[in-house]
């Protein structure tokens, strides 16, 4: 299948810093990309959509200027946790498709706000 | 409401002990229904995506169903390396791209 890489894997940062997440497609061009939340024993939650040269579509309830995704180029994207609180410490997980195609998953990153 | 429900929670099973992950689905104009495999810490893997109703799909000792409300995901003599947590989700008509899922099975193989 086709391979999307997320990096960091893992990451802790200070309770007011921002933390910089990036999901590269590497043998396909990602027209979408997609970032989600998950907690524990909890479904994968949705948190935006982004086309690539566009602006990200968010879910409801999902804060924009907190979160910023930005979709560059076909094979990547990134996402910005701005002033992160504990509360942000989560597992985060990109999925990147093309059209017709179906999403495969980066790794995740587990971010740690102390 | 939840619009996708995966049932058990949890299950647990013996080596060689066959069995059924169920996840049933309440949208309407499914585009396609979709089963991945996460293993703790990682992101989900894929592993096949159904279109229509009647349609099965197999790979090694996994075969997915799918019916007009739910999917079955048949595990048949499994080993202790499929133990993980399996996640379907839909994808429908209205919903743009997005997938919705489950809240995940978590399978674990005893040797």
């Known amino acids: 299948g086709a391979v999307v890489s997320q990096h960091p894997s893992r990451v802790i940062c200070k309770s007011g810093t921002s933390v910089k997440i990036e999901c590269r497609s590497l043998?396909?061009?990602?027209?979408?990309m997609f970032w989600y939340r998950q907690f524990p024993k909890k479904s994968l939650m949705l948190m935006a959509t982004?086309?690539?040269?566009?602006?990200?579509?968010?879910e409801q309830g999902v804060e924009k200027d907190k979160f910023l995704i930005n979709h560059a180029s076909l094979t990547l994207s990134t996402l910005t946790v701005t002033s992160a609180h504990p509360e942000d410490s989560s597992f985060y997980i990109c999925?990147?498709?093309?059209?017709?195609?179906?999403?495969?998953f980066g790794q995740g990153t587990r971010l740690t706000v102390v | 409401e939840d619009q996708v429900t995966q049932s058990p929670e949890a299950l647990r099973l013996q080596e060689g002990e066959s069995s059924s992950l169920n996840c049933s689905y309440t949208?309407?104009?499914?585009?396609?229904l979709f089963w991945y495999r996460q293993d703790p810490g990682k992101g989900p893997e894929f592993l096949f995506t159904?279109?229509?109703a009647g349609e099965e799909k197999e790979k090694e000792r996994l075969k997915a169903t799918l019916t007009k409300k739910e999917s079955f995901l048949h595990i048949t003599a499994p080993k202790p390396e499929d133990s993980a947590t399996y996640l379907c989700?839909?994808?429908?008509?209205?919903?743009?791209?997005?997938?919705?899922f489950g809240k995940g099975t978590k399978l674990t193989v005893n040797p």
């Open positions: 043998d396909f061009q990602a027209t979408t």
């Open positions: 999925s990147a498709r093309d059209w017709g195609t179906e999403a495969f």
């Open positions: 989700a839909v994808q429908y008509q209205g919903g743009s791209e997005k997938l919705v």
């Open positions: 949208v309407s104009g499914l585009r396609g």
């Open positions: 982004s086309n690539e040269g566009s602006k990200a579509t968010y």
């Open positions: 159904l279109y229509s």
